[in-house]
């Protein structure tokens, strides 16, 4: 099928290269034009596991373009992905000014019936607020599809390879048609593609995000209450899990979540909930204890230094999650511009995120190329992100490079006992 993407970003690079990988001609659009030189080159503008082999196999193959120019992709295209970013507005409702923006110029440049798919994150209601736009610049037919986008950064090309599943929000049977066709390759292991009405298609990706937000924000609460009464989390969330019920995913205390998606989602789903007068309480508490769960490394080192000023705490992981680069509402940021403020020094170590951490942090903080090389002379190592190669360290070196061996564990990815034995004072989350 010939297939246009605009928005080349975590979400649309990923949903390109993927649908070229099964065959299709893709058109990726972007309008930063250093970000398609750069994918013309074969280069990754964002960091995520095996995106630059299908990047660079289906470009050689001639089913992957990049261009800035919408009009030529819309024109040469069936299936028009919309995949532009819906960050929080001010009123912490999602912003669409991309999302109808992108569907203006689609309809300026239709030559012919186009299905139009919303794959950002919107809010209910957003397909035929994007069918009326369309609808007012062209004459020619078309049909809206809603078709939200499940991927994790970090295995989005795994998770777009090998769905849970696809959901299609199509009111057009000519257009579900098409849809379930082009992701047919991606289901032959029996992953449902489940149609439906577009409300409860764009409903269903905030009610997944929001589910899993509650989850962290449940659990972190459960840590707290293990800390005050001495039992330990791990054990709890083990006998959790086991509950079929329940499972074991997700159940992982922390220091909260963070990323380009979980704060704004829970947002925007309270907001447009509230708007027709629904108050969605849970998300209130949610959002709450998240909050409150940033601050928790900070709360464990104020009780552990007298102060914090003129203290050298050396920071590991930056990126809101492992084997991404993104920072955006990552939960480090407000730990690192804490630390500065309370007057101590930061050196900090991420293997992927130094690039993006200097937008936030410029020269306030000391990057290093290498995570033991930010430990020289730390009076303390915060953990705030759960990367692999953190897990095995050379602990041994680590005590000898440290002024005082204090480690604070945001993930718990070390074992309390084992820590105690190694000499090091120890905090973790919930044990
Ligand atoms: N990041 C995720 O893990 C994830 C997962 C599922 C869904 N989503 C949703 O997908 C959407 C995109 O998220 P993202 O993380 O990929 O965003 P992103 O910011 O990484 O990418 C957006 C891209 O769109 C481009 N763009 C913006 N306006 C444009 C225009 N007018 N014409 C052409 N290109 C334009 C930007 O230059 C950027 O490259 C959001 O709605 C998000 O909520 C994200």
Redesign the pocket.
């Given at each position: 099928m010939k297939v246009a993407v605009?928005?080349?970003?975590?979400?649309?690079?990923v949903v390109g290269a993927c649908l070229a990988e099964s065959g299709n001609d893709v058109m990726c659009?972007?309008?930063?034009e250093a970000?398609v030189r750069m994918l013309r080159r074969g280069k990754s503008?964002?960091y995520e596991p095996g995106i630059e082999d299908l990047l660079r196999r289906n470009k050689s193959e001639g089913r992957l373009v990049f261009t800035?120019d919408?009009a030529k992709a819309v024109r040469q295209s069936t299936i028009i992905f919309i995949?532009?970013?819906?960050?929080q507005g001010e009123d912490g409702s999602?912003d669409l000014q991309?999302?109808m923006?992108?569907a203006r110029?689609i309809a300026k440049a239709m030559n012919g019936y186009k299905v139009i798919v919303d794959?950002?994150?919107?809010p209910v209601g957003t397909a035929l607020k994007v069918r009326d736009v369309i609808r007012r610049e062209t004459t020619h037919p078309f049909s809206v599809v809603s078709n939200?986008?499940?991927?994790?950064?970090g295995a989005?090309v795994d998770d777009f390879m090998k769905p849970d599943r696809v959901v299609i929000g199509a009111e057009d049977p000519r257009a579900a048609e098409l849809m379930v066709a082009l992701h047919k390759p991606f289901t032959r292991t029996g992953a449902p593609i489940m149609v439906m009405d577009c409300a409860s298609a764009e409903l269903s990706?905030y009610a997944a995000n929001a589910m899993l937000a509650t989850k962290i924000s449940f659990m972190n609460e459960i840590a707290n209450v293990c800390e005050v009464y001495g039992a330990d989390v791990d054990r709890v969330r083990q006998a959790m899990g086991a509950d079929r019920r329940i499972g074991p995913a997700f159940l992982f205390p922390g220091v909260g979540y963070g990323?380009?998606?979980f704060p704004?989602?829970v947002k925007a789903l309270m907001k447009f909930s509230a708007d027709k007068k629904y108050d969605f309480k849970i998300l209130k508490a949610v959002e709450a204890v998240n909050e409150s769960q940033k601050r928790l490394l900070l709360r464990k080192m104020d009780g552990h230094f007298s102060t914090l000023k003129g203290k050298t705490i050396a920071v590991w992981g930056l990126a809101f999650k492992p084997k991404t680069d993104?920072m955006?509402e990552a939960p480090a940021i407000p730990f690192i511009k804490a630390l500065l403020e309370k007057g101590a020094t930061v050196h900090v170590y991420d293997p992927e995120a130094m690039t993006m951490a200097k937008n936030f942090f410029g020269t306030a903080v000391t990057y290093h190329k290498k995570n033991y090389d930010a430990l020289k002379g730390a009076d303390g190592l915060a953990v705030i992100t759960e990367w692999q190669e953190f897990r095995e360290p050379d602990f041994q070196r680590m005590r000898k490079l440290m002024k005082t061996p204090v480690v604070f564990d945001g993930r718990n990815i070390y074992q309390p006992e084992q820590m105690k034995e190694l000499g090091f004072v120890y905090y973790s989350v919930g044990r």
């Amino acid at each position: 099928m010939k297939v246009a993407v605009v928005g080349t970003g975590y979400v649309g690079l990923v949903v390109g290269a993927c649908l070229a990988e099964s065959g299709n001609d893709v058109m990726c659009v972007d309008k930063d034009e250093a970000k398609v030189r750069m994918l013309r080159r074969g280069k990754s503008p964002i960091y995520e596991p095996g995106i630059e082999d299908l990047l660079r196999r289906n470009k050689s193959e001639g089913r992957l373009v990049f261009t800035t120019d919408l009009a030529k992709a819309v024109r040469q295209s069936t299936i028009i992905f919309i995949a532009v970013g819906t960050p929080q507005g001010e009123d912490g409702s999602a912003d669409l000014q991309h999302v109808m923006g992108v569907a203006r110029q689609i309809a300026k440049a239709m030559n012919g019936y186009k299905v139009i798919v919303d794959k950002s994150t919107v809010p209910v209601g957003t397909a035929l607020k994007v069918r009326d736009v369309i609808r007012r610049e062209t004459t020619h037919p078309f049909s809206v599809v809603s078709n939200p986008e499940f991927l994790k950064q970090g295995a989005a090309v795994d998770d777009f390879m090998k769905p849970d599943r696809v959901v299609i929000g199509a009111e057009d049977p000519r257009a579900a048609e098409l849809m379930v066709a082009l992701h047919k390759p991606f289901t032959r292991t029996g992953a449902p593609i489940m149609v439906m009405d577009c409300a409860s298609a764009e409903l269903s990706k905030y009610a997944a995000n929001a589910m899993l937000a509650t989850k962290i924000s449940f659990m972190n609460e459960i840590a707290n209450v293990c800390e005050v009464y001495g039992a330990d989390v791990d054990r709890v969330r083990q006998a959790m899990g086991a509950d079929r019920r329940i499972g074991p995913a997700f159940l992982f205390p922390g220091v909260g979540y963070g990323g380009s998606c979980f704060p704004k989602d829970v947002k925007a789903l309270m907001k447009f909930s509230a708007d027709k007068k629904y108050d969605f309480k849970i998300l209130k508490a949610v959002e709450a204890v998240n909050e409150s769960q940033k601050r928790l490394l900070l709360r464990k080192m104020d009780g552990h230094f007298s102060t914090l000023k003129g203290k050298t705490i050396a920071v590991w992981g930056l990126a809101f999650k492992p084997k991404t680069d993104d920072m955006r509402e990552a939960p480090a940021i407000p730990f690192i511009k804490a630390l500065l403020e309370k007057g101590a020094t930061v050196h900090v170590y991420d293997p992927e995120a130094m690039t993006m951490a200097k937008n936030f942090f410029g020269t306030a903080v000391t990057y290093h190329k290498k995570n033991y090389d930010a430990l020289k002379g730390a009076d303390g190592l915060a953990v705030i992100t759960e990367w692999q190669e953190f897990r095995e360290p050379d602990f041994q070196r680590m005590r000898k490079l440290m002024k005082t061996p204090v480690v604070f564990d945001g993930r718990n990815i070390y074992q309390p006992e084992q820590m105690k034995e190694l000499g090091f004072v120890y905090y973790s989350v919930g044990r």
